[in-house]
């Protein structure tokens, strides 16, 4: 296909898979990875923005909500730009834009400024809101609509992989032997004090230099590369056309229910290693805790490809994940130590299939709604701003752990949204 043809068409929704499927799968698979790598890197931003910059459990906390509230603000805004100029000048731009996130880091480890850390994260999660906007559908029609959980389970271990990889390699440069230094924080007069901390927090800067860079490669790939625009074919749903988006009560409980997965997503992924701390477990062997719900999202993902349409549906594994979800928070609250970060590494295997079976089930059958739809469920990752939030403002009240509850009703209602909720209103074919 001709380059002006792509930027002038949008994608829409098709009803068969088009050819260079393979090809367009590896490329948007790539930028899964850098999704999973950018975003779960917070979990280690957190701690180690906690010590440079002198913060509370509720202050250091808006690290999350700096980067998923973009997703709120910028999601209907990312969808008016990819109209506008083509899915992969979206993909390039939303690269470049996470690009300039990254270099504000340098001013802000220069100045030990919170404020501007959290300029850097709000950028980033803008570049990701518009890339999210594009490959999230793009992946979901990208074939038949039965099989979308399983193309987004393969997204979710590009993902999921950089996850685990994220606070690896930014744990072993920003969190080395933290302890120590904490220890001997409490030995020294401010002003050695304050040289100290604005020498851990000059090391973020040559490691979101490197990421600057390598957004701007991928940036000038994507600009480069040949990805398919996917065509579109009037279905029945599309053909239409009289009916009114509020009519798809299932996309808006699908909106809800990802907005509370997303929450309990980073409170499992991002929050562990400060509730890991709180309870007294050193920060060098928490900064690891995040890996290991990674890989418990790696392995859960693994037996969704294998799984699922085969032997059981996307609503089947939606209700099974919230089953778990239910049972590993309430495991988390009423044990301690280990045994309670052990349940929350778990919450990983539940939360795995709740996005790959979630998304199709919301956008199925929404026909020239497609792109909308997409975009309102895009500002649902804002719930991984709000719910981590609210959970250390009650921590605050009634300790960390019990603020765990706020997780089970969220359960509950990706349980209720598994058993009837994505099926009201949709239309019987």
């Known amino acids: 296909m001709q380059q002006t043809e792509e930027y002038a068409q949008p994608i829409e929704v098709a009803a068969k898979p088009q050819s260079g499927t393979s090809k367009s799968i590896i490329i948007i698979g790539a930028l899964f990875f850098i999704f999973g790598f950018v975003t779960w890197v917070n979990s280690t931003l957190i701690p180690y923005l906690q010590i440079a910059c002198e913060l509370n459990t509720s202050q250091a906390v808006w690290v999350t909500f700096a980067f998923y509230i973009s997703y709120a603000l910028m999601a209907f805004p990312s969808s008016w730009v990819i109209n506008k100029v083509g899915f992969k000048s979206g993909m390039m731009y939303g690269l470049l834009v996470m690009a300039i996130g990254a270099l504000i880091f340098i001013p802000a480890a220069h100045q030990r400024t919170f404020g501007l850390f959290l300029t850097g994260l709000f950028v980033i999660g ?143 992924g991002d929050i562990i290693q400060v509730y890991g701390k709180e309870i007294n477990i050193p920060l060098d062997i928490a900064k690891h805790f995040t890996t290991y719900t990674m890989i418990a999202m790696l392995v859960s993902y693994l037996l969704g490809i294998a799984l699922i349409p085969k032997y059981i549906s996307q609503e089947k594994s939606l209700r099974i994940a919230a089953i778990l979800g239910i049972i590993f928070s309430m495991g988390a609250i009423f044990t301690s130590g280990y045994t309670s970060i052990t349940f929350i590494v778990l919450l990983g295997f539940a939360n795995a299939p709740v996005w790959p079976a979630l998304w199709p089930l919301a956008i199925d059958g929404l026909g020239k709604h497609i792109k909308t739809g997409s975009a309102l469920l895009i500002v649902g990752i804002a719930g991984g701003a709000i719910l981590p939030k609210i959970w250390a403002i009650l921590g605050e009240h009634v300790g960390l752990q019990k603020a765990f509850w706020i997780m089970v009703p969220c359960y509950l209602f990706i349980l209720y949204y598994a058993v009837s909720g994505s099926k009201i209103g949709k239309k019987v074919r």
């Open 126 to 268: 803008i570049g990701l809101a518009l890339l999210q906007t594009a490959s999230n559908p793009y992946i979901t029609i990208l074939g038949p609509i039965e099989s979308a959980a399983k193309r987004m389970s393969i997204m979710g271990i590009c993902n999921k992989g950089a996850g685990a990889l994220a606070p690896l390699v930014m744990g072993a440069i920003l969190l080395k032997d933290m302890s120590g230094f904490e220890a001997s924080l409490a030995t020294l007069n401010p002003a050695d004090k304050a040289a100290r901390l604005n020498e851990l927090a000059s090391q973020v800067v040559m490691p979101y230099i490197v990421l600057a860079v390598i957004l701007v490669l991928l940036a000038i790939m994507i600009r480069l590369s040949s990805l398919p625009n996917i065509q579109a074919e009037e279905d029945a749903d599309a053909a239409t056309g009289g009916r009114p988006l509020s009519s798809y009560t299932y996309l808006f409980f699908g909106f809800i229910a990802l907005f509370l997965y997303v929450g309990v997503e980073v409170m499992a």
